[in-house]
């Protein structure tokens, strides 16, 4: 989300999606309140401190872990005082172990990537410090079903070998699928609760995500491609839930709106793709409304507030038109 008033960020999400409020992020106030930052600062006897180049894992807690815990309680200060006596879903939000594994940078600069070992010991400590951070948010929010969303944007080019090295040179080799799965299923079991996993980039690996415990997928529907098809109809059929990004992140004919992206105005036309990808799959339209999530493209954090204000509200309507005429 955007801006930096976590108490103003948390009033807006739970009155927007009062039916499935979740944690903001709020990475306009620095580093540490970034997706990679803030989801370091939740690893467990793993520390980071921040380099020109990126983040990089250090011996020891600094300054910089220090002030990714700090805004992470206060972001819950604010959601557990808008949140009172709430029942129902609540989402909140990771780096997963591929994404964190791509991201931050071993001693000599190199991604961990590079180093099997680092990836296992970086899943492990992720799987550790999830199960204590939701544990923590219900404690504060007692009737909440939480949600666990591990934001994966890196998935694929570690599946494909994209990731470049430190010299830009350079890609990684590609991760086995079966390694990657076994992280992210690790990580899924060890959290204890229904997960999202979210990618906007594209390409996104859905049987495999689907093998490995996702409840369901976060994708920017813009970027889905008949090619894909085949496979999201067979996951969807397997039981698969679907998080379809069909709102704009930014005002339409603005940079980070999607290609042919429906009018904010128009709720209905928002969701006339998904209607669509459910016929030729040849799914019944009335499991539609329990299959799909609708959802902004992918984060809304370059957007101004009132427009992403008006984004949630968007969808929440255009969910509702899925449910009132699913064909």
Known sequence: MPGEDARETARTVTGEVGDFPFLPELPARGPGADMVGRSAGMLVDVYVHLQPSGWRIADRPGMDTRRARSWLGEDLDALEEFTQGYTGPLKVQA??????????????????????GACRDLAASLA?????????????VPGAEVVLQLDEPSVTPVLTGRVAT????????????????????DVIDAAGAPSVVHSCAPDVPFALLHRAGA??????????????????????????????GVVPTAPNGSAGAPAGAAPMSDPAGSVGGVRTLWRRLGLSPQTLAGSVVITPACGLAAADPEYARRALAHCVRAAGSLVRDPE
């Open 95 to 116: 780096a997963g172990p591929w994404t964190l594994a791509a991201a931050l940078e071993l001693k000599g600069g190199e991604s961990a990537l590079r180093d099997p």
């Open 128 to 140: 550790e410090g999830l199960r204590a951070h939701l544990a923590e948010v219900r404690r504060r």
């Open 166 to 185: 430190a010299s830009g040179y350079r890609t990684y080799r590609a991760v086995d699928r079966a390694v990657v799965e076994g992280s992210l299923r």
């Open 215 to 244: 409840a369901a997928v976060s994708y920017d529907a813009a970027l889905l491609t008949e090619r894909q098809e085949e496979a999201v109809g067979e996951a969807v059929e397997g039981g698969l839930g679907l998080f379809a």
